[in-house]
């Protein structure tokens, strides 16, 4: 009769869930083998365990459809917005960089490379003529 009670009151229902909870709790901490023992390892095994590294090709088989914005820079300069105004179709902007000097290369706005410009079918291109290593462009970030 008292399982029909438990099973139509719902207030009998908590208490017999809370009571079922603490007796598994309690279980559980006679089961730990130390007082500061908190979970079995056995349960955390997978998570620190070494997985097997999967190839390099995999793992940049993940990234390689990513668009990203390439840019080459000629130069820069600073200009003065009366004269920005006064620029029209012909005008020349004198740029920091001198003719002949290799060209950065930016990938995201990150310098990836360096070179020079060439013209294959009137159309313009950049021959790569060093790329900047991975160890110096981290040097580079973190400055």
Request: charged residues 25%; contains cysteine; proline residues 6%.
């Amino acid at each position: 009769m008292d399982e029909q009670e438990n099973q139509t009151n719902p207030e009998d229902d908590w208490g017999a869930a809370i009571a079922e909870q603490a007796k598994a709790e309690a279980d559980a901490a006679a089961a730990a083998p130390a007082a500061g023992a908190t979970a079995p390892t056995s349960v955390f095994q997978e998570f620190g365990a070494p997985a097997s590294k999967p190839k390099m090709a995999n793992d940049i088989e993940f990234i390689l459809d990513i668009p990203v914005q390439m840019t080459v820079e000629l130069g820069r300069t600073k200009i003065a917005i009366r004269n920005l105004l006064q620029l029209a179709q012909g005008s020349v902007v004198e740029l920091d960089g001198l003719a002949g000097e290799p060209m950065d290369v930016l990938v995201n706005g990150c310098l990836i490379a360096q070179g020079e410009v060439v013209v294959v079918n009137d159309k313009f291109g950049i021959r790569l003529t060093d790329i900047i290593s991975p160890t110096e462009r981290i040097k580079k970030l973190n400055r």
